[in-house]
T-cell receptor, first 113, second 115 residues
Framework: RKEVEQDPGPFNVPEGATVAFNCTYSNSASQSFFWYRQDCRKEPKLLMSVYSSGNEDGRFTAQLNRASQYISLLIRDSKLSDSATYLCVVTKGKNTGFQKLVFGTGTRLLVSP | DVKVTQSSRYLVKRTGEKVFLECVQDMDHENMFWYRQDPGLGLRLIYFSYDVKMKEKGDIPEGYSVSREKKERFSLILESASTNQTSMYLC??????????????FGPGTRLLVL
């Protein structure tokens, strides 16, 4: 079983739609959670961190469910520029020591006019 | 803005060659990382370094070595390139935070093809 699992997609949505991605992780010791965005043939960039209480940044909302070990990302009012691959990322390891990141393989989003 | 640069965007090498991939960051970050990214496998950590001359193995260190002689520079070395090392190589850096609560900033990547 992969440490971080995502639906690879692609998710094809029209502009203005709302779309949601889920991600599950296997290590219950994971402490920190993130969504990174990767445009085609570019490097990953941090989109947002995911907090236990859930957090919102403009059109983007991230949620964490520790009991079920999944993370979600909701994008409202999709724009063409949202087309990208969204990587779910969790820390690996225990509470102490250097925390390495484990990346999911990504969910591809295509927003069409 | 944090800038992470990698020495080459594209590289073609032959099997058995020694390959050096260089990464430089300009934000005085303590931590530096090397990943490879392959379709269906995502990013996998090869090596990381949390200080000058310090290095730790990641998840897939076999066939690779690293060098960090200066804080801003982290080199990945393929001692004898093989075709299964054809991949996209991404360097990243971050501030020191042992809880992992810091952003990793990535370079543009090097696409390596080993023939």
């Amino acid at each position: 079983r992969k440490e971080v699992e995502q639906d690879p997609g692609p998710f094809n949505v029209p502009e203005g739609a709302t779309v949601a991605f889920n991600c599950t992780y296997s290590n219950s010791a994971s402490q920190s959670f993130f969504w990174y965005r990767q445009d085609c043939r570019k490097e990953p960039k941090l989109l947002m961190s995911v907090y236990s209480s859930g957090n919102e940044d403009g059109r983007f909302t991230a949620q964490l469910n520790r009991a079920s070990q999944y993370i979600s990302l909701l994008i409202r009012d999709s724009k063409l520029s949202d087309s990208a691959t969204y990587l779910c990322v969790v820390t690996k390891g225990k509470n102490t020591g250097f925390q390495k990141l484990v990346f999911g393989t990504g969910t591809r989003l295509l927003v069409s006019p | 803005d944090v800038k992470v640069t990698q020495s080459s965007r594209y590289l073609v090498k032959r099997t058995g060659e020694k390959v050096f991939l260089e990464c430089v960051q300009d934000m005085d970050h303590e931590n530096m990382f090397w990943y490879r990214q392959d379709p269906g496998l995502g990013l996998r950590l090869i090596y990381f370094s949390y200080d000058v001359k310090m290095k730790e193995k990641g998840d897939i260190p076999e066939g690779y070595s690293v060098s960090r002689e200066k804080k801003e520079r982290f080199s990945l070395i393929l001692e004898s390139a093989s075709t299964n090392q054809t991949s996209m190589y991404l360097c990243a850096s971050s501030l020191a935070n042992w809880a992992g609560l810091v952003t990793q900033y990535f370079g543009p990547g090097t696409r390596l093809l080993v023939l």
